[in-house]
Structures are given as structure tokens and as C-alpha cells.
């Protein structure tokens, strides 16, 4: 019997946000709305986004000892998440800078702060959560290393899905133990090396799943994901059609709800189909944490 339906190895952040008419250029300054401060994080996110949806969560994460972190910490608690994993301390609590324009597409920029130092030590002193989980889920907000570790204390039995975001270049011992890889076409063409064939999400799939996962999701935006695991063919899951205000952690939301539906039981395919309409209700919303759907609000979409 596991105590943690979820437990997701990541960042903890705090979102500023602007709202802006068009992003500037370079060298160019353009006015933005008010100022708006969000708990966030790509780590932070997933957790929220599970726990929200009735998963039973835990997060391992590293933040500061600042009202920042804080911050971080009651958002958490208030979803549901157990944060015995959170550690505190060693540097300012990580920040992102994120502008939003009015179709809803945004642009980010991260300072990493105590992400940085979620070390590999930290990893394997939280053995005790990796053993309680059914399914471990990780992001590339943290060090490489790190993550490596995390692969390496994933116990037999519990499952490992990887969002590598921001995206770079990765071991073959990680590859190896996705299950499923989920990634965009910015991080496909960068996790292939810049050598995706062609504009083919389809084949992208296929070469995805040739460097090494058992499973493969590749997200299309409005065209939906393509899912295929190593002895299937490639499916594809349809969109949702909302009209989205805001997508700042829709991508997190979604990995979120795939995480736990593959955990409780689910096809990929089922579990992309929920995570597509988790997504699309997130979508509808402003901010990240904040716009997360309970499972309620799923089943009314």
C-alpha cells in the first residue's frame, strides 16, 4: 500500500507576472498591468495540480528561508500537498519573471535560487518518500544531477514521468526510466538533438521512443498530444477547445493529472485524454497554482 498517490522531485518558485500588450524586443521597454505575485514553479505546480485533483501528494523541493518560501509553503499545505519533503535554506527562494499577452501565450525567465541546491544528498536522504509513492514525477528546474539521483532511488514498482523542462540534453539512465517522456516540440527537437525528423510530431514519437522511454507524450497545443508507448502504435488525443486567457502552468497541470491517472490505473491514452481536459480548464484561468481544476471541475467541463 502506497501513502502517496504522487510525489513530485522539482522547483518551488515565485510567478511575478505582467500583463503586457506585446513582448518587447531588444532594447525596446513596453508598460505593463499591475504587478501580480503567484506561488509557482514547475515542481510546485504539479503538486498542487495533483493534490487539487484529489491525488494524494507529497513534493521534495528545496526553497528559502524568506517570505518567499513561505509563501510556497502555505500555498502547498492549503491543497493538500504533504510537505515533509520541502526542504529550507541555502539560498533565496527561486523567482520567475513571466509576461502575458492577450491571446494568453507567455514568455519566462527563471532565477533558480534554492532550485539550484536540491542536491543529489538531499535525494537520497528522501528515500523513505520514494518508497511511499506509486508514481514519481520531475521537471529540469532543478540540477541534472539531481535528477539522475532520483532515477537511481526509484524503487521497483513505482513509475517515473519526466517533463524535461527547460529542455537539454539527456543521460541515456534517464531516458531509460521515463515512463512516460513527456515533452512539446521545442523539447523534442532539443531531446533529438536538433535533428527531429522534419515537421512530423508523429515521427518525432517514433525517434523519441527509439533513444530509449518506455513511453512517449508529445504535446501539440490546440492540435492535442500524440502518445505511443514501445510496443504500440502512435494515437492521437484530442484537444479541448476553450478560449484561453492565461497558459502559464497548463503544461504543469497537465503532467500533473497524467501522473496520477497512469498511477491509479489508466491507459496513456485515457490518461492524456484526462490531462487534455485538465489543461483546458486551467487554460480558461489566470495564474498557475490559482487556476488548477478540482476532479469536479474536470467532469463539468
Not at 531588444?26 to 510546485?44: C, F, I, N, R
Not at 494524494?56 to 510537505?83: K, P
Not at 531531446?191 to 523519441?208: H, N
Amino acid at each position: 500500500m502506497y501513502d502517496y498517490d504522487v510525489l513530485v522531485v522539482g522547483s518551488a518558485n515565485v510567478d511575478l507576472v505582467i500583463g503586457v500588450e506585446r513582448r518587447p524586443g531588444a532594447g525596446e521597454t513596453v508598460l505593463g498591468s499591475d504587478l501580480a505575485v503567484h506561488p509557482g514553479g514547475k515542481g510546485a505546480n504539479q503538486a498542487v495540480a495533483a493534490a487539487r485533483l484529489g491525488a494524494r501528494t507529497a513534493l521534495l523541493a528545496r526553497v528559502g528561508d524568506d517570505a518567499n518560501g513561505r509563501l510556497l509553503l502555505e500555498s502547498q499545505r492549503n491543497a493538500g500537498v504533504d510537505t515533509e519533503g520541502v526542504l529550507v535554506g541555502g539560498a533565496p527562494t527561486g523567482v520567475a519573471l513571466i509576461t502575458v499577452d492577450p491571446s494568453g501565450d507567455n514568455s519566462i525567465v527563471v532565477s533558480p535560487g534554492a532550485n539550484g541546491r536540491l542536491t543529489p544528498e538531499d535525494v537520497r536522504a528522501a528515500a523513505p518518500l520514494f518508497h511511499a509513492s506509486r508514481v514519481v514525477s520531475a521537471q529540469l528546474e532543478i540540477p541534472l544531477e539531481s535528477v539522475v539521483e532520483v532515477v537511481r532511488q526509484l524503487p521497483s514498482g513505482t513509475r517515473f514521468v519526466l517533463n524535461p523542462s527547460p529542455p537539454r540534453a539527456l543521460p541515456a539512465e534517464v531516458l531509460a526510466a521515463c515512463d512516460p517522456l513527456i515533452v512539446n516540440e521545442h523539447e523534442a527537437r532539443v531531446i533529438l538533438g536538433g535533428e527531429a525528423t522534419g515537421d512530423d510530431p508523429a515521427a518525432w514519437v517514433r525517434e523519441l521512443l527509439a533513444s530509449g522511454p518506455t513511453s512517449v507524450v508529445v504535446t501539440l497545443g490546440s492540435d492535442g498530444a500524440l502518445v505511443a508507448s514501445s510496443d504500440e502504435k502512435v494515437v492521437r488525443v484530442a484537444s479541448v477547445k476553450v478560449d484561453a486567457v492565461d497558459t502559464t502552468g497548463a503544461g504543469d497541470s497537465f503532467t500533473a493529472a497524467l501522473a496520477w491517472k497512469l498511477g491509479a490505473g489508466a491507459s496513456l491514452a485515457e490518461a492524456a485524454a484526462y490531462a487534455a481536459r485538465v489543461g483546458a480548464v486551467a487554460v480558461t484561468r489566470r495564474g498557475a497554482q490559482e487556476s488548477f481544476p478540482t476532479a469536479a471541475e474536470v467532469e463539468a467541463l
